[in-house]
């Protein structure tokens, strides 16, 4: 075997050559010329590296109980005040979030100047929720649900643990979903109300769902139709409760908003045609140099793990400093401080405004961000936001050096911490990736595809 020596370091001249080619071979492969047989084969040990595959649909729940969840979707009789439902803020013709930085409390319309009507985080899009590998919900991840031992975990302690209080509920959910849509229910800010009305003026969040069923089940002109549809969903149950409420939900969720229909998981089944060759280089950008691949990983594109990757801390006015401290809140534990549930990334192009805050408008805002995070979150101001729903409120940036220092610090990917870098021919192929190649096929028409 042929030996170059250098110093004390010997190499063999074989091997040199190898990762000379594989040099050149990557900067072949995101050059836009390159032949589409050769992304294929990069592509090809990329998605053997990384385990990738499609998601394909899960079961279909029955048609009864899915229609019981459409029913309460679009129903405002779940809000305290009567003026709010879930499709306000998981509108199907916004990406299925309400499309603004912050979503608007129950009561923003009778008091649009009051700081409390306007919600800190950003409405989550509902897309792919509904399978049972997905074992957290809400930003924070406030709502998880063990799927070995049945056993959830939520900010009411009677649905809590091996032996819950009121195991009557949790028995009746099958998922982290279904536990996820009550809590907005019983939400002051969002649905329940601060006042006036049986539901705001409960007892807790016991008290607030059991209002809710006497007035969908007793007190409403159409209390008979819900009846006759919860009996239907539910064959040979007479006391229903939120959690019936919360598996209805949850199911129509799952039922109509599992959107997989996409070049990329067309692609991931065999068809190479499925991803055009900006999308093939944006895919290599993605698990390659982008670094994405690092959090946003297996079947749904998320490993669904609290990272913190030092999103400009913008908050409406009148939140106590740190504003939010995202996962922490939940747990006290230091080392989840601004930390966020990874988002999956599945019709993401539908999704904007994008990060916990909606600080970022774009998805190239998004890859800008992260091409230097720490001049992002240095420069930022509230030209970064589109704020223009909110004319009477005033909103806040967090300056603290110190504190915006630790966002970047507690980065735990090196690359993604010292900023990725990406080249503008890049960061076109990853955004041409992004938008078309993981978007559902039924939206290619409206986005000109």
């Not at 590296?49 to 029955?62: H, I, M, V």
């Not at 319309?109 to 897309?127: E, G, L």
């Not at 809400?138 to 070995?148: P, Q």
Request: proline letters at 6%; a neutral charge; hydrophobic letters at 35%.
């Amino acid at each position: 075997m042929n030996i170059q020596t250098t110093g004390v370091y010997q190499v063999p001249i074989g091997e040199m050559l190898k990762n000379f080619l594989k040099v050149l071979l990557l900067f072949n492969f995101l050059n836009p010329s390159i032949a589409q047989s050769d992304l294929d084969e990069a592509l090809r040990e990329i998605i053997i590296k990384n385990d990738l595959k499609p998601l394909d649909t899960p079961a279909r729940s029955p048609k009864d109980l899915t229609r019981l969840g459409a029913m309460l979707f679009s129903n405002k009789l779940l809000s305290g005040p009567e003026s709010k439902s879930c499709a306000d803020c998981h509108h199907p013709r916004l990406g299925t979030t309400d499309g603004i930085a912050f979503s608007l409390g129950v009561e923003a319309q009778t008091n649009p100047d009051i700081t409390p009507n306007i919600t800190k985080r950003n409405s989550p899009p509902v897309f792919n929720l509904g399978y049972d590998d997905i074992p957290f919900m809400f930003w924070d991840g406030r709502v998880h649900y063990d799927k070995e031992s049945k056993v959830f975990t939520t900010p009411e302690p009677a649905l809590n643990g091996d032996n819950p209080k009121r195991e009557d509920i949790t028995k009746v959910m099958t998922s982290a979903l279904a536990a996820q849509t009550i809590f907005p229910i019983a939400n002051h800010l969002e649905m329940r109300g601060t006042s006036g009305n049986p539901i705001a003026d409960a007892k807790g969040n016991l008290g607030a769902w059991q209002e809710v069923l006497k007035r969908l089940l007793k007190n409403n002109p159409r209390s008979d139709r819900y009846m006759a549809q919860f009996k239907k969903a539910y064959p040979g149950e007479t006391n229903f409760n939120i959690g019936h409420v919360g598996e209805a939900l949850g199911s129509f969720l799952k039922d109509s908003f599992t959107l997989v229909d996409t070049p990329y998981d067309r692609y991931l089944k065999g068809d190479s045609s499925a991803l055009k060759p900006s999308e093939k280089r944006g895919l290599i950008v993605f698990a390659g140099r982008g670094k994405c691949i690092k959090c946003h990983n297996g079947r749904h594109l998320s490993n669904f793990e609290f990272k913190t990757v030092a999103t400009p801390q913008l908050t409406p006015e009148g939140y106590p400093e740190p504003y939010d401290q995202g996962r922490f809140e939940v747990t006290g534990v230091k080392s989840d401080l601004f930390k966020f549930r990874t988002p999956a990334l599945r019709n993401v192009a539908l999704t904007s405004p994008y990060m916990h805050n909606g600080s970022l408008r774009t998805l190239e805002d998004v890859i800008d961000h992260y091409n230097d995070p720490s001049l992002s979150i240095e420069n930022y101001d509230l030209t970064g936001a589109d704020l223009s729903m909110y004319p009477a409120q005033n909103f806040v940036i967090d300056r603290d050096a110190r504190r915006n220092k630790l966002r970047v610090n507690l980065i735990s990917i090196g690359e993604v911490r010292r900023g990725i870098n990406l080249t503008e021919e890049e960061k076109k192929d990853l955004i041409s990736f992004l938008k078309r190649g993981l978007l559902d096929y039924r939206f290619h028409r409206q986005w000109g595809y």
